[in-house]
């Protein structure tokens, strides 16, 4: 399994997604200029294997975590639309491909804001298994 192709098919299906705000990806300079925009994580759980025996292929699980984060003192037509175009995009029972790696998505869910300096955080999680074929 290769966590690369994994966060590529995970991160592609989200930088693909029409109208998404900007996206401030991991480890690269981003400036929100007090606009609306999302982050992306991937949370890997402990892989779990398929057969015991030798030959067996583990599958990585674990969530997939967009954050919208939207300017303090906004309201909820701020973010919410984005939200439900996350769990939109995300429905579980798709599968998404890169290279050889597919991953399947099994449940997504936004959780309870965060409330920053200036920012209001709004955790929408991706639950995913990645097989490779």
């Given at each position: 399994?290769?966590?690369?192709?994994?966060?590529?098919?995970?991160?592609?299906?989200?930088?693909?997604?029409?109208?998404?705000?900007?996206?401030?990806?991991?480890?690269?300079?981003?400036?929100?200029?007090?606009?609306?925009?999302?982050?992306?994580?991937?949370?890997?759980?402990?892989?779990?294997?398929?057969?015991?025996?030798?030959?067996?292929?583990?599958?990585a699980v674990g969530l997939y975590?967009?954050?919208?984060?939207?300017?303090?003192?906004?309201?909820?037509?701020?973010?919410?639309?984005?939200?439900?175009?996350?769990?939109?995009?995300?429905?579980?029972?798709?599968?998404?491909?890169?290279?050889?790696?597919?991953?399947?998505?099994?449940?997504?869910?936004?959780?309870?804001?965060?409330?920053?300096?200036?920012?209001?955080?709004?955790?929408?999680?991706?639950?995913?298994?990645?097989?490779?074929?």
């Open positions: 399994m290769s966590e690369t192709n994994l966060r590529a098919a995970l991160d592609q299906h989200l930088n693909t997604m029409a109208g998404a705000p900007p996206i401030a990806w991991e480890n690269r300079p981003f400036d929100p200029n007090d606009t609306i925009y999302l982050t992306a994580h991937l949370l890997p759980a402990t892989p779990q294997s398929v057969g015991v025996e030798s030959g067996g292929s583990d599958v975590q967009i954050t919208v984060n939207a300017k303090l003192g906004t309201g909820k037509a701020g973010y919410l639309p984005e939200v439900e175009k996350l769990v939109a995009r995300f429905a579980r029972s798709q599968t998404i491909s890169y290279g050889d790696t597919t991953v399947a998505l099994q449940l997504v869910y936004s959780s309870p804001a965060i409330t920053g300096d200036n920012y209001f955080h709004i955790p929408v999680s991706v639950r995913y298994r990645g097989l490779t074929a």
